[in-house]
């Protein structure tokens, strides 16, 4: 049941359309454009880093410039997260999804130009053009589950939406080659097949990626849709909205317990991305034959096993409403995991323990992306979930980038032992701050009082509560 345009029916029509509730086939076609959106984006994050040993021959550099493909998306994320809220929301989804699909495109075709050895600086505009439209992407989960998705698939959307930002990390890695010149051939075949396939997904953003459905999908929506007719008309100053935004931020810091879960989630997924970035510096250090079949198998089970377990902890969230164990869980199996992981790389036993150690780190390393942020909506609920995840998703950026930088700096000088022992330090960190908060469930209270769906519905949130913070 495809959406039609509103603008041609009779406005009482249109009235009587906003109370029906109806789901509508299309939200697959817009979960689908979504997930390719944040596929296509991950993917640029981490393609030259995960050469980093090639792409240093190229270019003429050392691994801490090419490094900075990767740090330069967590930076970026950092100063645009909350900017990017206020986008949203003033342009709404269509207008972000199309801006962050064609800056995602453009960035890649500049990048197509950078396969020299003077094309390092091409390189990093290319990686700064399409870091700058992440955070359209990676703001967006929560609200397309609410608009497009009914009240009992909300945390099937958002746990695609995760899928999606994963997936993609792993499909093109450059084939082993030693001179510049082949280096640089496969480099550009990597860009340009990239390029392709982000002007193909803008593309089809313009013809099929709508703003909303006719219908409300679920009773969430429809008190939302509600809601936004009740202040249809008001005019409110850019100053006053963000005073309000920024009101709310302040008041959701002086949540201890946010804070200290928003640190273990910052210390945990920033290891991720440490793990994901210096991988191939880490295994080169190692000096293992077939490096490069080796970094692509390696990456893709770690993302692989992360996609297929993603849904899986979401679910069991939904079931059991033990938030604060399946962190604690999810936390520990990261620790566990990465220590094994860490083993097999300095032991050299044989490829195959490096797979089943990376396979045991992939199932727990991508999960506390979901656990984390859902925990997170439970303690600072009624406060809008936007401003809560965008909260949360600051800080593996920052975590990340100094965890890149110091592990760079020990695999390098002191190898893979003092760099795993260090990654397994801050995780063991990360697993200390989820055990010290306090399981406040405020969602699942509110939803028992009220006799409604707990979902992560922003706007029901705040209909509910009268948008006042607990």
């Not at 679920?218 to 006053?240: F, Y």
Request: proline share 3%.
């Amino acid at each position: 049941m495809e959406q039609q345009h509103n603008h041609h029916l009779p406005q009482q029509t249109q009235d009587q359309d906003a109370l029906l509730v109806k789901p509508v086939m299309k939200r697959y076609i817009i979960l689908f454009l979504f997930c390719m959106n944040a596929c296509c984006k991950a993917f640029q994050w981490m393609q030259v880093p995960s050469a980093t040993t090639k792409a240093t021959v190229l270019y003429g550099v050392d691994n801490y410039i090419i490094n900075l493909a990767s740090i330069i998306f967590m930076l970026s994320f950092v100063v645009l997260s909350w900017p990017a809220c206020y986008i949203i929301e003033h342009l709404g989804m269509r207008r972000a999804v199309l801006m962050a699909s064609f800056g995602t495109a453009v960035g890649a075709v500049v990048k197509c130009f950078s396969c020299h050895e003077e094309g390092v600086w091409l390189l990093m505009l290319g990686q700064i053009i399409v870091s700058l439209c992440e955070q359209l992407i990676f703001s967006l989960p929560s609200r397309i589950a609410s608009v497009w998705f009914p009240d009992n698939q909300v945390s099937f959307c958002v746990a695609m939406c995760v899928v999606g930002n994963q997936f993609c990390l792993s499909w093109f890695y450059v084939a082993h080659t030693e001179t510049p010149t082949e280096i640089g051939t496969g480099f550009y075949h990597m860009f340009l097949g990239t390029a392709g396939l982000s002007v193909a997904i803008f593309l089809l953003c313009v013809i099929a990626f709508d703003e909303e459905p006719k219908y409300a999908p679920g009773e969430a929506r429809l008190k939302q849709r509600q809601l936004e007719r009740a202040h249809k008309g008001e005019v409110t100053s850019m100053s006053k909205e963000l005073g309000t935004l920024f009101s709310q931020m302040a008041e959701l810091c002086k949540n201890r317990h946010l804070i200290m879960l928003s640190l273990s989630y910052g210390l945990v997924v920033g290891i991720n991305y440490t793990i994901q970035t210096l991988l191939d510096q880490m295994l080169a250090d190692a000096d293992w034959p077939d490096e490069d079949l080796l970094v692509g198998t390696t990456g893709f089970i770690i993302i692989g096993a992360g996609i297929i377990t993603t849904p899986f902890w979401g679910m069991i969230m939904d079931a059991c409403h033990a938030y604060k164990l399946i962190n604690v869980i999810i936390a520990l199996g990261n620790v566990v995991s990465l220590a094994c992981f860490s083993y097999a790389i300095v032991a050299k036993h044989s490829p195959i323990s490096i797979y089943v150690s990376a396979l045991f780190y992939g199932l727990f390393s991508v999960g506390f992306c979901v656990s984390a942020l859902e925990y997170a909506v439970e303690l600072t609920y009624p406060a809008p979930e936007l401003v809560t995840s965008s909260i949360m998703n600051v800080m593996p950026q920052i975590g990340g980038t100094l965890c890149i930088l110091l592990g760079s700096y020990l695999v390098d000088t002191f190898g893979n032992f003092t760099c795993g022992a260090f990654n397994s330090g801050v995780l063991l960190a990360g697993l200390v701050f989820v055990l010290v908060t306090k399981e406040d469930l405020k969602r699942q209270k509110a939803a028992a009082r009220e006799k409604l769906p707990a979902t992560n519905d922003s706007k029901l949130q705040e209909a509910v509560n009268g948008g006042q913070l607990a």
